[in-house]
């Protein structure tokens, strides 16, 4: 269990330097770990609206953060490129999150030209079901998303490191809201860049 927990931890320190140097990312991210937080309350309840939200709300504004406003230059306070972080990256680096992007992107485009996928599904009579329907295939997806990540984790390294991703990853909305509560009061203040002093002091 040690080396679980140092796993885990070394993947939440290596995500923050690594990939949330702009406040204006830390600051989606915050947002994001919100709205996240909400999506899983909504879970029990309604899992079709609560994927919706956490895909349209939370992974957008997530996703934002890092495509157009993380620095991808090289990284002066890890002396890392921007390569070698994005072949090292323990989860979806930029090429997986485009892949995974684009199947959600395509996910209502089908629904709405093909509602019986096919003829493998009832096909929806209401937008009330074909929102459901979407939001349904978006649950499964982003389900899908971690269960494969995890398994080419297992495959690739081994199963402590599968399984401190798949912790990390369902942890991150309460980790980044602790983390990064601050990224706004920085942001308004101009400060537009982390200096990461508390990295380069480690």
Known sequence: MNRFFEMLETQRWDDHRYYHHSRINQSLHLVSAIF??????????DPAMSAILAWTVSMTTRQAGH?????????????????????????????????????????????????????????????????????????????????????????????????????????DPFNDIKTYYKAPMHLLRGELIDPMVHVSHR
Request: charged share 15%; glycine share 8%; no cysteine.
């Open 67 to 171: 495509f157009f406003f993380e620095p991808r230059g090289y990284d002066e306070v890890n002396q890392a490129s921007d390569a070698h972080k994005e072949e090292i990256k323990v989860g979806y680096n930029i090429f997986r999150k485009i892949v995974l992007l684009a199947v959600w992107a395509a996910i209502p485009l089908t629904l709405w030209f093909a509602p019986s996928l096919f003829g493998t599904i009832a096909p929806a009579t209401s937008w009330q079901g074909f929102l459901h329907g979407v939001g349904i295939a978006w649950l499964a997806l982003g389900v899908a998303g971690l269960l494969f990540r995890v398994g080419q984790l297992w495959i690739q390294d081994d199963a402590i490191t599968a399984l401190a991703w798949m912790t990390k990853i369902l942890t």
């Open 36 to 45: 996240f937080v909400i999506a899983y309350g909504m879970l029990p309840f």
